[in-house]
């Protein structure tokens, strides 16, 4: 009896636990909260590309349709008329190619200088170190319209205003701060022991740069290019400024849809649409690098 008593009771309280076990609910405040980031995340991608939607939107839609006072959401009609009359305007290639030739040589220029310069502060240790630092930083802080009077008197006095090297020197000077205080942090994190251990096996300071930092050092190089990029193809004051109408660049370029008779917002849209392309290209062809992080790991084993 007293056995089957206790079968009894060890039966009842496996049941019970097995019960509990099955029957314990979920939780539901994480799901909550994924939902409500969710909910976040695309409230900031709507917000983001709604601007970019309706640039092309306009771009493709009839003229007419586009200085509608009670425009739609949704495409009306699908017209390439648009970039034919964005080309007729005036002359297209001409700006793009200078501002191709602007930007690309700010990239390069600016990616050799800033490394080494961020390859100096972060790995040598000189006398007005941390007052260069600091001056990197403060370049930063000085407005571009407050300077574009000293520096349309200096390009003037060097012979280099309405020249597209005077505008590449100009670019360089706003462009290289951020690079240099971006690299620098890549720099930073790039563990000393891999280039030691590199100079121990025979390689020197130089070699163990080349074959070491180098590939560890390439997703900042890439990020900071594709910034470089943009902010030279997209700048629009000082290539109004410093450049004649016949050296205008692509962003000048816009301002011809803008006339004495009105602007012709749906050309300017298609105009506006070629000019991003070489934007989404580049940054569909290095999108894999653009990532820290590399290092991580790099000295186990």
Request: glycine share 8%.
């Amino acid at each position: 009896m007293s056995s089957m008593s206790g079968m009894t009771g060890t039966t009842r309280v496996t049941g019970t636990s097995g019960l509990t076990g099955m029957s314990t609910p979920a939780p539901a405040g994480p799901r909550k909260s994924r939902l409500g980031w969710n909910l976040l995340g695309l409230l900031v991608f709507v917000t983001v590309g709604f601007p970019v939607y309706w640039m092309l939107n306009t771009a493709f839609k009839p003229a007419k349709d586009a200085i509608d006072p009670d425009p739609s959401l949704l495409p009306t009609g699908l017209t390439v008329a648009n970039f034919k009359r964005a080309l007729d305007v005036a002359d297209f290639w001409g700006p793009v190619a200078r501002s191709l030739v602007v930007s690309l040589t700010v990239v390069v220029i600016g990616v050799v200088v800033g490394m080494l310069a961020a390859l100096a502060i972060s790995r040598f240790a000189f006398r007005g170190r941390k007052v260069v630092i600091v001056g990197v930083l403060a370049v930063q802080m000085v407005p571009l319209v407050a300077m574009i009077i000293p520096v349309f008197l200096l390009l003037n006095d060097l012979n280099q205003y309405d020249r597209l090297s005077g505008l590449i020197i100009t670019y360089l000077t706003f462009i290289l701060p951020f690079t240099v205080w971006t690299l620098r942090g890549f720099i930073v994190n790039i563990p000393r022991e891999l280039e030691e251990a590199a100079m121990v096996d025979g390689c020197s300071r130089t070699g163990a740069f080349v074959r070491v930092v180098f590939p560890l050092l390439a997703p900042g190089l890439v990020a900071t290019s594709v910034y470089g990029f943009i902010q030279a193809w997209n700048e629009y004051l000082y290539a109004l400024m410093l450049m004649s109408q016949q050296n205008q660049t692509a962003t000048v370029w816009l301002g011809n849809f803008t006339t004495k008779h009105g602007t012709e917002y749906a050309p300017m849209m298609a105009g506006s649409t070629m000019m991003a392309v070489p934007i989404v290209v580049l940054f569909l062809l290095v999108q894999r690098k653009m990532a820290a992080g590399l290092t991580a790991g790099a000295v186990k084993g």
